[in-house]
């Protein structure tokens, strides 16, 4: 079987990809293979109150029509200068384009465009920061809630499935020049299935963390090692981060000053409704299995006795774990040891004091005053994860946080006072990927392979995705084969 373009991944990346090639080119054979399941068969467990099973080896967080745009969550959309990294590798001209088409299509199926937030903060909440020390980064942002990242997921399958060819339960699983284009090889439901494609674009996100740079290191691909950060979330009462979540809703902040590793807030989950702590499941793709933690805003939750949750993410560089991947294997490792690979947590107080928590993950439950987003937990020693260097960084940067953003929400309290009332979870772990080495049009020199969104290293993020896919989809229509007279399918009997 041929193809004239093989995308494997129906996340942001690759669904930009495959629109922006059907868009300049109808003619266009072109086949979308996704590992996971299809958009309305993607639940969470664990956000049922249940424990996390992996789902069959297919983690339905990150894996599906949507890829880590899942079914049921709300997302943010964080513009230039967010994943500013892209301004660097396309130039800033063609980056606000591609950032402007991919805010346009993704937010295309809404009924009404979202507010941008994010920009012009109060003077109010910039004293409160700049009182701590912090200043934080002002950049354009739309919340998307529950319904409407479901109607952007809808619209994005109305409009591709007749233009494209959709494969779920199908994954790349191997890829090798062949003449031109490549041969690659897919393990479907019904064995592994081999084609011949033209353009092969990578768009496989968190699912493809290891997968994808052991293939493009087989295709003998110029590979760059990640930066490695790894940290907590904190979750609390909703009510905390309100008054700074409703200013800017991915509030990133970075410390440099006065710690060992610079530290950043990450995955700011702190609107009116709070926000759900998610559960990524890695499966074996790290070895033995192991889950790691996310968040999202949610919109749509309704409290219950207790108040709801809210969360965000904290983050640090490693230093002095060896290389990037040694960092991660230590740090994978201890987790391991601690907590067999799954999330647990401890009070803040605790944490800040490297102290065990009294009595199990059922007690300190029912004492929290807000009702934790998962059950799934367990309690344990989560400051052991960190090396000295990085707990330190971690627990000032996190005081210094808090501190400001106390302030600014005009809460009496001090974090002294939270010690019993905010929970520590871990473990986050973020820029996992080894960056390949691709042009403008997100292409790997001398290969008719594209590595595109989470999976290219550069930017993580939902707009920076769609943004990536776009360039190498417009790359792909415009190239000789796809473009200029020879435009029709392949078996047409036109070619
Ligand atoms: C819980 C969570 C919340 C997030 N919230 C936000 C947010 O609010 N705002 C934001 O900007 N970013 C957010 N992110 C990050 C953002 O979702 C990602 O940066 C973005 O989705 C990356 O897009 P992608 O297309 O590169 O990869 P993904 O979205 O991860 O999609 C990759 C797809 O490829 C499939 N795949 C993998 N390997 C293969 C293979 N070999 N063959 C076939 N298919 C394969 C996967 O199953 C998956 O569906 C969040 C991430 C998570 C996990």
Redesign the pocket.
Known sequence: MHKHVVI????????ACARAITMEQPGADVLL????RPYRHRPCPVDKGFACTGCAG?CN??????????YG??????LLPSGRRLSDHFGSERASDLCAIAFDWLTAPLDLRPDILGQGLSAGAREAFASNGLSIREYPVAVLGESDLRRVIEGWHTQLTPAVELWHW????GAEPEGAGMSVA?RTADGVRHLHTDHLVL??????VT??ARLLHQLGAEMTEPDISVGVRFEMAAGLLTAIGDEHP?LKITQLEHLENKTKTF?FCGGGNGGRV?F?NYGSAFGDPVITL????TTERVAGERPLAANFGLLCQVQGRGTARQARDSFLAIYRKLARGRPFTQTLGAFLHHRDDAGDWAGLRERLPFQPSVRDLATGRVDELFTGGEHTSLATGFERLMASILAHSSTPSTVADLHDQVIVIGPELEFLWERPQIDTGCRVPGLPVYT????AGIA??????AMM?IAAGQAIARSRDLAGPMTAPRGSGLR
């Open positions: 494997a991944g129906a996340g942001p990346a690759g669904l293979l996704e590992a996971g297919v967080v990150v894996s599906g029509f949507g890829g880590s745009m899942h969550d709300g997302a943010k959309l964080s199908s994954e790349l699983v897919v768009a496989t996100g968190r699912r493809g997968s994808t991915d995955c998610k990524t996310d968040g999202h805003e595109v969104g989470d999976a993580q993020g939902i707009v920076q995705a896919g």
